[in-house]
């Protein structure tokens, strides 16, 4: 009996997805570049399962059934173009290659269009989830070429994570590269949901001088609050992990942060999209901040650096940094959110915004409760530009925001950096102000540059310059023509 789909690479992932698909008994036939990373786990984590092994491409491809349903779970880039390069003359037209991996977009888009003249279908999928997700139910963001989705679609339905009884976390995302972008926006809000919540652990730590009990019992306590997602829930543990003596492990941690590019890619879509991702950024750059470990120490020293205390009722503080935590979040997914509308509409992807929360509903890093609830949002208005106009998340932002701002007000007073609480709170007073001074702006531009400006007294679209120097001229920069 031939195999339902192979899996190339047994690293973590490979190994754990492969798994999880013999367990909803689809026979998997399994590659590695290496031939002992196969043996060791056939007669490993793959004993006495219906995996099969192939240890070149041909066996591979002879192994499975037709169309012939190939998914690669190696590293993004180079490596996924050798593997095609390899398959590409064993496989026939109508067979399906998947690219499970942290893929830039891009590389999607042109995989599809060349595999695509060749009669092939292509894939890229985002997975989330971890190994733990991988093994029981990642969730899964396929897009490429629509015409493989009712092959694929038995097997990632399957094996994804459920929520709501049996709603799968996986569905069709859209055409090219439409899944892998839906993967890095994820990715983009990961970063700021960690950061935040590292914010608001400086803040209890270094701020209230909380211990490691009772800053542990609050992010176990806000995990049952409209906070509940598993970024919290697994925050609460690490608190709580002592080391072999006895001490909590968290401290012993260097404070340098590693990242592997998807949170700098979707900063940099963002700027290229016109999307304010103020939120998402300041993530970024606060991991590269870390980084400059040896320079953050001369420099506490220099500036004889320090945190003073606040002092208050202890309650009343959690209780105001709870809710600074939530509006921020809220902030960071609602700006996701925005990313993506505007690359759907370049793209013309169409994307579905209620089933892409839903899709990170379960399985997935950035799974929370509130996700049901963006869902309900863009199911009720699927044009809501702004996922804080809707009228649960606007009330939870209104009630946040003396809170929000208190908490912002107090770490700058006190010296403790929150570059994401802050940034969000800004977004959102800038966000909800009918006038910015970008009139001053605009005039400082066509001041010195002859840049043009647009007046209120006037319709959208027609465009003034001023001689402000009266020697400047009355040619504006947008009239030259050379």
């Given at each position: 009996?031939?195999?339902d789909?192979?899996?190339i690479?047994?690293a973590?992932?490979?190994?754990n997805?492969i798994?999880n698909?013999?367990?909803h008994?689809?026979?998997v036939?399994?590659h590695?570049?290496?031939a002992a990373?196969i043996?060791d786990?056939l007669?490993g984590?793959a004993?006495d399962t219906?995996?099969?092994?192939?240890?070149?491409?041909?066996?591979?491809?002879?192994?499975?059934?037709?169309p012939?349903i190939?998914m690669?779970?190696v590293?993004a880039?180079?490596?996924?173009d050798?593997?095609?390069e390899?398959?590409?003359?064993l496989?026939?037209?109508?067979d399906?290659?998947?690219?499970?991996?942290n893929?830039?977009?891009?590389?999607t888009?042109r995989?599809?269009?060349?595999l695509g003249?060749?009669?092939?279908?292509?894939i890229?999928?985002?997975v989330s989830g971890?190994e733990?997700g991988?093994r029981?139910?990642?969730?899964?963001?396929?897009g490429g070429?629509?015409?493989?989705?009712?092959?694929v679609k038995?097997?990632?339905q399957a094996?994804?994570?459920?929520v709501n009884?049996?709603?799968?976390?996986?569905d069709?995302?859209?055409?090219?590269g439409?899944g892998h972008?839906?993967?890095?926006?994820h990715?983009?809000?990961?970063y700021?949901d960690?950061?935040?919540?590292?914010?608001?652990?400086h803040?209890m730590?270094d701020g209230?001088?909380?211990?490691?009990e009772?800053?542990q019992?609050?992010?176990?306590?806000?995990?049952q609050?409209?906070?509940?997602s598993?970024?919290?829930?697994?925050?609460?543990?690490?608190?709580?992990f002592k080391?072999k003596?006895g001490?909590?492990l968290l401290?012993?941690?260097?404070?340098?942060?590693?990242q592997k590019?998807?949170?700098?890619w979707?900063?940099?879509?963002?700027?290229?999209?016109?999307?304010?991702?103020?939120l998402?950024?300041?993530s970024?750059f606060s991991?590269?901040?870390?980084?400059?470990k040896?320079q953050?120490?001369?420099?506490?020293?220099?500036?004889?650096k320090s945190?003073?205390?606040?002092?208050?009722?202890?309650?009343?503080?959690?209780?105001a940094l709870r809710?600074?935590?939530?509006?921020?979040?809220?902030?960071?997914?609602?700006q996701g959110?925005m990313l993506m509308?505007?690359?759907?509409?370049?793209?013309?992807?169409?994307?579905?915004?209620?089933n892409?929360?839903l899709?990170?509903?379960?399985?997935?890093?950035?799974?929370?409760?509130?996700?049901?609830?963006i869902r309900?949002a863009?199911?009720?208005?699927?044009?809501?530009?702004?996922?804080g106009?809707?009228?649960?998340?606007?009330?939870?932002?209104?009630k946040?925001l003396t809170a929000?701002?208190?908490?912002?007000?107090?770490?700058?007073?006190?010296g403790?950096?929150?570059?994401?609480?802050?940034s969000?709170?800004?977004?959102?007073?800038g966000?909800t102000?009918?006038?910015?001074?970008a009139n001053?702006?605009?005039a400082?531009?066509?001041?010195?540059?002859?840049?043009?400006?647009?007046?209120i007294d006037?319709p959208?679209?027609?465009?003034?310059?001023t001689?402000?120097?009266?020697?400047?001229?009355?040619t504006?920069s947008?009239t030259?023509?050379?």
């Open positions: 009996m031939k195999g789909i192979g899996v690479g047994l973590v992932m490979g190994q997805l798994l698909m013999n367990d008994d689809f026979k036939v399994a590695n570049r290496t990373k043996d786990f007669a984590p004993k219906k995996i099969i092994g192939a240890y070149t491409l041909e066996q591979l491809v002879h192994t499975l059934k037709s012939r190939i690669l779970m590293r880039g180079t490596v996924v050798a593997f095609i390899q398959l590409t003359p496989l026939d037209q109508g399906i290659i998947i690219d499970g991996g893929t830039y977009y891009p590389d888009n995989r599809v269009g060349a003249k060749k009669g092939i279908y292509f890229g999928a985002g971890g733990e991988a029981f139910g990642p969730s899964i963001m396929p070429a629509p015409e493989a989705w009712p092959s038995p097997i990632f094996i994804s994570a459920k009884g049996n709603e799968p976390c996986c069709w995302v859209g055409n090219d439409a972008f839906v993967k890095m926006v990715n983009g809000i990961e700021g960690m950061q935040l919540i590292c914010e608001a652990y803040f730590k209230m001088g909380l211990n490691h009772e800053m019992a609050s992010f176990s306590a806000w995990n609050t409209e906070l509940n598993y970024l919290v829930e697994i925050t609460s543990e690490i608190l709580g080391d003596d001490q909590v401290e012993k941690i260097l404070d340098t942060a590693g590019g998807t949170g700098k979707t900063g940099i879509n963002a700027l290229d999209l016109g999307i304010p991702l103020t998402i950024s300041e970024v991991r590269c901040l870390s980084a400059l040896n953050r120490v001369d420099a506490s020293k220099c500036f004889n945190i003073h205390k606040i002092e208050g009722d202890k309650d009343q503080w959690l209780e809710q600074a935590l939530l509006g921020s979040k809220i902030i960071s997914y609602a959110f509308r505007e690359a759907s509409d370049k793209n013309n992807w169409h994307l579905n915004y209620g892409v929360a899709m990170w509903r379960g399985g997935c890093i950035i799974r929370s409760a509130f996700l049901g609830d309900d863009f199911y009720k208005n699927p044009e809501l530009e702004f996922l106009s809707d009228t649960y998340f606007k009330d939870i932002l209104e946040c929000w701002r208190k908490i912002a007000a107090t770490s700058i007073e006190h403790i950096p929150m570059p994401c609480m802050t969000a709170l800004t977004f959102l007073d966000y102000c009918a006038r910015l001074p001053l702006l605009q400082q531009r066509d001041y010195f540059g002859a840049h043009t400006y647009e007046r006037f959208r679209g027609k465009f003034f310059h001689n402000w120097t009266g020697s400047g001229g009355t504006a947008t030259y023509d050379v």
